[in-house]
């Protein structure tokens, strides 16, 4: 069974600071989605990131793929109150479409 | 274009009694998904389909049946429902390149 793990699993930080947000397994995905979750509602997609290194940036959301493509980071810049959610980290892997999520971070961003 | 749409929204039931879950899609996609999300958990597959006419077990199936009768819907059905599906149900569409578009999601209390 593939697992992600998510860490951390809460965070409650003031607007301003910056933070990261960590995905970690011990498989390896073909590729790996960031989804952020408010609360009474679906994820909604950030971003997807496909190659080992890879990093991209949405905004004040940075977003990496480590070289092995096993684990991946999150790191929010001046974060604000309209970040707050659930972070929620999935990998794909093979030729399936299935997703495996990961366990979620929840992060309040105080004004 | 309404995305993916999911009834009811909310539901109580007793143990032992059964009812469906509908998820209808409007993006023409092949592939559809049901999730349930539980506190400190993140997402994990029921079941999914992969077209029309088929369905595949995902990684916590037990106590679901589901069926896709026509491309744009989904249904997942309980047939005796206990306590333990108590959860948050979520419906996925995707085009086959692994990014999903979630519904908004059913809160079911089985007491």
């Known amino acids: 069974t593939q697992l992600l793990e998510q860490s951390p699993q809460f965070l409650s930080i003031q607007e301003g600071e910056n933070l990261t947000v960590y995905c970690n397994s011990s498989s390896v995905f073909s590729s790996l989605q960031w989804y952020r979750q408010e609360p009474g509602e679906g994820p909604v997609l950030l971003v997807t990131v496909v190659t080992g290194g890879e990093v991209k940036k949405l905004k004040r959301l940075t977003f990496q793929f480590g070289d092995a493509r096993k684990d991946s980071s999150l790191h929010i810049t001046a974060a604000q109150p309209g970040d707050t959610g659930l972070y929620l980290c999935?990998?794909?892997?093979?030729?399936?479409?299935?997703?495996?999520f990961g366990t979620g971070t929840l992060l309040a961003v105080q004004p | 274009n309404a995305g993916v749409t999911q009834t009811p929204k909310f539901r109580v039931l007793k143990t032992g009694q059964s009812m469906t879950l509908l998820c209808a899609q409007d993006?023409?996609?092949?592939?559809m998904y049901w999730y349930r999300q539980d506190p400190g958990m993140g997402l994990r597959l029921i079941h999914y389909s992969v077209g029309e006419g088929t369905t595949a077990k995902g990684e916590v199936p037990d106590g679901y049946n589901v069926s896709r009768l026509k491309k744009q819907n989904f249904l997942l059905g309980l047939e005796s429902a206990a306590p333990s599906q108590t959860s948050v149900y979520f419906c996925?569409?995707?085009?086959?390149?692994?990014?999903?578009?979630f519904g908004p999601g059913t809160r079911l209390t089985v007491t």
């Open positions: 993006m023409n996609h092949e592939y």
């Open positions: 999935a990998g794909s892997w093979g030729a399936t479409n299935k997703l495996i």
């Open positions: 996925a569409s995707s085009t086959g390149l692994a990014v999903q578009y």
